[in-house]
T-cell receptor, first 113, second 110 residues
């Protein structure tokens, strides 16, 4: 049984560009959450998707947007990249009705130059 | 923003010793979880303790929760070099998100 997968593993972008990160949840999971982890910090919640809708959002600007597809996979889009967006982006999936139970993918390391 | 802090920020012990790390949080919770992270990669779930529980065991792990003090501790017994990692506590309140602490970096030396 495959766990949560994320792509790409690493990404280097320039300030002002846009980026799309992808996540495939664990089999049987219907909820996807995204987190940003800056170096030396704990992960911070960006948003959560369920039934193709954003269910909850953290304290992140509108430059951060997402999408969930009918197969429960998800994308995180960041527009107008800033140097401060450099971080590890983590995706987590949850089984139906147990959103507190989150299984994390390996993450995407984004570097903005 | 972070929910709280872990203490200590870094811990270095010898293999075979016990490691204890503490987590404090700020708001009421439904449950608290501990995660391990190796070398800045994905988080691995270790153990969950509910707000009405005081202690829980899983293998070499023991977690305690004191809701009156808004704190939790994670004890790893008989540590191994493979336990070297960062450890985070994460709380869940009324919403669906996990709120993480700042983490403890554990180094277990041979």
């Amino acid at each position: 049984d495959a766990g949560v997968t994320q792509s790409p593993t690493h990404l280097i972008k320039t300030r002002g560009q846009q980026v799309t990160l992808r996540c495939s949840p664990k089999s049987g999971h219907d909820t996807v959450s995204w987190y940003q982890q800056a170096l030396g910090q704990g992960p911070q919640f960006i948003f959560q998707y369920y039934e193709e809708e954003e269910r909850q959002r953290g304290n992140f600007p509108d430059r951060f947007s997402g999408h969930q597809f009918p197969n429960y996979s998800s994308e995180l889009n960041v527009n107008a990249l800033l140097l401060g967006d450099s971080a590890l982006y983590l995706c987590a999936s949850s089984p139906a009705g147990r959103t507190y139970e989150q299984y994390f993918g390996p993450g995407t390391r984004l570097t903005v130059t | 923003s972070q929910q709280g802090e872990e203490d200590p920020q870094a811990l270095s012990i010898q293999e075979g010793e016990n490691a204890t790390m503490n987590c404090s949080y700020k708001t009421s919770i439904n449950n608290l979880q501990w995660y391990r992270q190796n070398s800045g990669r994905g988080l691995v779930h270790l153990i969950l303790i509910r707000s009405n529980e005081r202690e829980k065991h899983s293998g070499r792990l023991r977690v305690t929760l004191d809701t009156s003090k808004k704190s939790s501790s994670l004890l790893i017994t008989a540590s191994r070099a493979a336990d070297t990692a960062s450890y985070f506590c994460a709380t869940t309140g009324g919403g669906n998100k996990l709120t993480f602490g700042t983490g403890t970096q554990l180094k277990v030396e041979l």
